[in-house]
């Protein structure tokens, strides 16, 4: 999590306001204690990372072909590698602010020091989160670019396509194409096919890359909730009359991730999810949340009115970089497995 740093302007706590500046600061970094004790969603789809310049480039290298049969005495097999797609993301500035009335202060109306603080403080943590789900929302919707509250955000993955795109090229032969979308509805038998599709990704030279994704993310519907929980966790196929065994049963950490709902558009059993790989995403970085600067706080007083502002200032951006690490499914207009 992100830290709080706090200053204050020469004078505040020589007058009235400095009986408001521990309280105010007290509330403050509780807030954010609890807010850390409690697990946000993004941090398990996003490779949590710190950025030292005004903008960092996530690149990277094919890998070796590997070691091939040589006749007796012929020449080594001359191997190599080549640089791969990358991704440059920008750090976004972002600020806020409240103000304590010179009334208030005065008149020490502790209900109104205790909300404005904690809200103040949730809503950069909820900023956060709701600027994550946005971008995987729109990503979903097979968007290369959203708008989050006027700051035009770039969600392509590091070839240029959206994240989930059925022609990802290979940067050694783009004729070479993959895809990890589809349309299938969530189901027992569509999480197979998903979860095979997706292991059965490749990388630049078309070698397997062993792909283990572990983690099924859904929006909060109640529709979503019972088929995923049917699909990855009854023992039983809840499909067939036999009652089959599920071998899906116990093997998938299932993420219900209501801000998604925001970013989606959902219908009754058709709405889009997704498989995340979460080992491969820390090594290849497939979802990036990027913090460049920890939350400043400072307080000044306004000369004009005599209130006491408190504004908050932080750095931070999030993008996406190689799309093996996720696979979505019941994406409308992608083809079917089968």
Known sequence: MPGIIFSEASGVADSIYGKAQAPIQEIVLSTAKTREETESAYKRIFKMTRSTHYAETYGGVTGFKGFRPTPENGANNRDGMQETFGKTLKNIRWTDEFVVSHEMVEDALVMEFNERPQGFVDGFYDAREDYAAALIGGALMGKTEIDFYGQKCDITSADGLSLFNAAHPSVINSSN?????????????????????????????????????????????????????????????????????????????????????????????????FTLDEVYNQRFSTAIFQDRSDLKIRSHIDESNWSNVWSGIARFVAGFKDFRGVFAGGVTGAAALV
């Open 177 to 273: 194409v993959q895809s990890n979308v589809c349309s299938n509805v969530l189901s027992a038998e569509a999480l197979d096919l998903v979860e095979t599709a997706h292991q059965n990704l490749r990388d630049d030279h078309m070698k397997s890359l062993q792909i283990a994704p572990m983690t099924l993310v859904i929006p909060n519907t109640a529709q979503a909730k019972r088929i995923a929980f049917a699909a990855a966790g009854s023992e039983r196929d809840p499909l067939t009359s036999n009652n089959a065994f599920n071998y899906q049963v116990g093997r998938w950490n299932i993420l219900v991730w209501q801000r998604l709902n925001d970013y989606i558009t959902t219908d009754g059993e058709q709405f889009p999810w």
